[in-house]
């Protein structure tokens, strides 16, 4: 992270972004973008890679505020340096 993180978020990311990385589909870039997106809309591991399986778009509610984990604050300051493959 370029920014202080808080580490309760911090971890719950870094544990989904191995997750995901895990199952040999994603390039690291595309895993951290997946674990950011799953913490965004709130969606568990498995509901995350199913949609993204699925070729499914983001549903987008209505009145959605990102709050809690959701908020940017908790996953946007990290950034993948170096490969991302």
């Known amino acids: 992270s370029l920014w ?3 580490d309760a978020s911090t971890s719950i990311l870094m544990q989904r ?3 995901i990385l895990a199952t040999g589909e994603f390039t690291k870039a595309e ?3 997946q674990a950011q997106l799953s913490l965004l809309y709130g969606e568990d591991v498995e509901t995350r890679l ?5 070729g499914a778009p983001p549903q987008y509610q ?3 505020e ?3 984990d959701r908020h940017p604050y908790h996953w946007a300051p990290f950034v993948l340096m170096g490969n991302g493959r």
């Open 31 to 33: 895993a951290l973008r």
């Open 66 to 68: 990102p709050v809690g």
């Open 4 to 6: 202080a993180v808080n």
């Open 17 to 19: 972004f191995y997750e």
């Open 50 to 54: 199913d949609a993204v399986r699925a």
């Open 62 to 64: 209505e009145g959605f």
